[in-house]
């Protein structure tokens, strides 16, 4: 068998390793005796029209248009709905022939890193905090991995480690804003900055530079801020999107790649990313969620709720003592360890019943992540687990 392959299948990600923890925890102290921080699994209900539509789909519609295959790139109504609901909001010329349907955000990753990876010298860039499966979809498409790291004052573009690292080998830099694990959204001038910087490195090494922009968070922002739409500024920006954080779906598994017409040769990309999801097996993501989508493009979950939820945490674990980069977007906070091993911290809190995870598959060392898309009675009553965790290491 593939070794590799064997160890991926034996040796789950971090999260999901606690994700199933906590299962056993709660079945032995009860759900309410565990707070389970631990994976992005939304707690508010789908938009309110999701259910509806897909109850009158599947009642009133032929059983083959239900649940029959589409085109290998999509339904048109769905894709046609998608170009209109961007359009609509970013003042963008978009079409059904810029939108390829997709399982989600995992594989719109999987299969533009496999369109774009030409040899085993590409490299592709994620900044530090990144979510965690980067480096598998990077390393399955035969490119390198590399990592810049994090520029721990803003948590935002370490543009001097970057400019440090890149070389005529990188393809592509990763942007995740709203960002998971640190839920920061990164500025426009920042943005602006890193446009300037890869136009001038594209003239230099002649060839494209791709932003490859993983947005499953978008349209969860607080407090009015700007999320930019960046192939608005850069013209080889390709979109990895998921419908299952802003419409509660993370089981559904529905997504898009969008590929604009102002990305270099945009036809011909958006042809290697038809073959590359030929070449994964992704053909056809699910009929019915296409067709929900389909009337559904423009709705949005109660992010009100997760940002409630924001609030409380940060500012009660802020006022027990701990040290936590404020989140203005996604639905996690990212908070110092009370020690310098983040996993023998996460082991610590698990002695309470808190299951955090630690930091250092994000790419950094240090911190730990918590998900708070949890019912709000979770945080309000780990308030006192959090307290006497913070006790512990304090009279250490």
Same mark, same amino acid.
């Not at 649940?67 to 961007?86: F, M, P, V």
């Not at 958006?270 to 056809?284: K, T, V």
């Given at each position: 068998?593939?070794?590799?392959?064997?160890?991926?299948?034996?040796?789950?990600?971090?999260? &999901?390793?606690?994700?199933?923890?906590?299962?056993?925890?709660?079945?032995?102290?009860? #759900?309410?005796?565990?707070?389970?921080?631990?994976?992005?699994?939304?707690? #508010?209900?789908?938009?309110?029209?999701?259910?509806?539509?897909?109850?009158?789909?599947?009642?009133?519609?032929?059983? #083959?248009?239900?649940?029959?295959?589409?085109?290998?790139?999509?339904?048109?109504?769905?894709?046609?709905?998608?170009?209109?609901?961007?359009?609509?909001?970013?003042?963008?010329?978009?079409?059904?022939?810029?939108?390829?349907?997709?399982?989600?955000?995992?594989?719109?990753?999987?299969? #533009?890193?496999?369109?774009?990876?030409?040899?085993?010298?590409?490299?592709?860039?994620?900044?530090?905090?990144?979510?965690?499966?980067?480096?598998?979809?990077?390393?399955? *498409?035969?490119?390198?991995? &590399?990592?810049?790291?994090?520029?721990?004052?803003?948590?935002?573009?370490?543009?001097?480690?970057?400019?440090?690292?890149?070389?005529?080998?990188?393809?592509?830099?990763?942007?995740?804003?709203?960002?998971?694990?640190?839920?920061?959204?990164?500025?426009?001038?920042?943005?602006?900055?890193?446009?300037?910087?890869?136009?001038?490195?594209?003239?230099?090494?002649?060839?494209?530079?791709?932003?490859?922009?993983?947005?499953?968070? &978008?349209?969860?922002?607080?407090?009015?801020?700007?999320?930019?739409?960046?192939?608005?500024?850069?013209?080889?920006?390709?979109?990895?999107?998921?419908?299952?954080?802003?419409?509660?779906?993370?089981?559904?598994?529905?997504?898009?790649?969008?590929?604009?017409?102002?990305?270099?040769?945009?036809?011909?990309?958006?042809?290697?990313?038809?073959?590359?999801?030929?070449?994964?097996?992704?053909?056809?993501?699910?009929?019915?969620?296409?067709?929900?989508?389909?009337?559904?493009?423009?709705?949005? *979950?109660?992010?009100?709720?997760?940002?409630?939820?924001?609030?409380?945490?940060?500012?009660?674990?802020?006022?027990?003592?701990?040290?936590?980069?404020?989140?203005?977007?996604?639905?996690?906070?990212?908070?110092?360890?009370?020690?310098?091993?983040?996993?023998?911290?996460?082991?610590?809190?698990?002695?309470?019943?808190?299951?955090?995870?630690?930091?250092?598959?994000?790419?950094?060392?240090?911190?730990?992540?918590?998900?708070?898309?949890?019912?709000?009675?979770?945080?309000?009553?780990?308030?006192?687990?959090?307290?006497?965790?913070?006790?512990?290491?304090?009279?250490?």
């Amino acid at each position: 068998m593939n070794k590799e392959m064997f160890k991926l299948g034996s040796q789950r990600s971090i999260i &999901r390793e606690l994700f199933e923890l906590s299962k056993e925890l709660k079945n032995k102290y009860g #759900v309410d005796k565990v707070y389970d921080f631990s994976i992005g699994n939304p707690s #508010v209900a789908p938009a309110s029209d999701v259910d509806k539509t897909l109850v009158d789909i599947i009642t009133n519609e032929s059983s #083959v248009y239900t649940h029959g295959y589409t085109s290998s790139q999509g339904d048109n109504e769905a894709r046609e709905a998608i170009a209109k609901d961007l359009n609509k909001r970013y003042g963008t010329d978009y079409t059904l022939y810029n939108v390829y349907m997709t399982c989600g955000a995992a594989s719109s990753l999987s299969i #533009v890193f496999k369109a774009l990876t030409e040899s085993s010298e590409d490299e592709i860039f994620a900044i530090a905090p990144y979510f965690t499966e980067y480096r598998v979809f990077v390393n399955n *498409s035969g490119a390198k991995f &590399r990592i810049v790291p994090a520029d721990t004052n803003t948590f935002s573009i370490n543009f001097k480690e970057l400019e440090n690292m890149i070389n005529p080998n990188t393809k592509a830099i990763i942007i995740n804003s709203p960002n998971n694990p640190t839920g920061v959204i990164y500025k426009r001038n920042d943005l602006e900055k890193l446009v300037e910087f890869l136009l001038n490195k594209e003239k230099e090494y002649n060839h494209p530079i791709y932003i490859v922009a993983d947005e499953p968070y &978008r349209e969860i922002a607080y407090d009015g801020i700007e999320v930019p739409h960046i192939p608005s500024i850069y013209h080889n920006t390709l979109i990895c999107y998921s419908y299952s954080k802003s419409l509660s779906l993370p089981g559904d598994r529905i997504g898009y790649v969008l590929v604009p017409n102002n990305v270099d040769d945009s036809k011909n990309v958006f042809l290697a990313c038809l073959g590359a999801g030929r070449s994964l097996g992704y053909i056809c993501a699910p009929s019915l969620y296409q067709h929900m989508i389909s009337r559904c493009a423009s709705s949005l *979950s109660n992010i009100k709720e997760y940002q409630d939820n924001r609030n409380i945490i940060y500012n009660e674990l802020e006022k027990i003592g701990y040290e936590c980069v404020h989140p203005d977007g996604a639905f996690y906070l990212f908070v110092k360890a009370l020690e310098d091993d983040s996993y023998q911290f996460m082991k610590k809190a698990l002695e309470y019943n808190l299951v955090l995870v630690p930091s250092d598959d994000f790419g950094i060392k240090g911190y730990v992540r918590i998900a708070y898309c949890v019912s709000k009675d979770t945080i309000l009553n780990s308030l006192q687990a959090f307290k006497e965790l913070y006790n512990y290491y304090s009279n250490k």
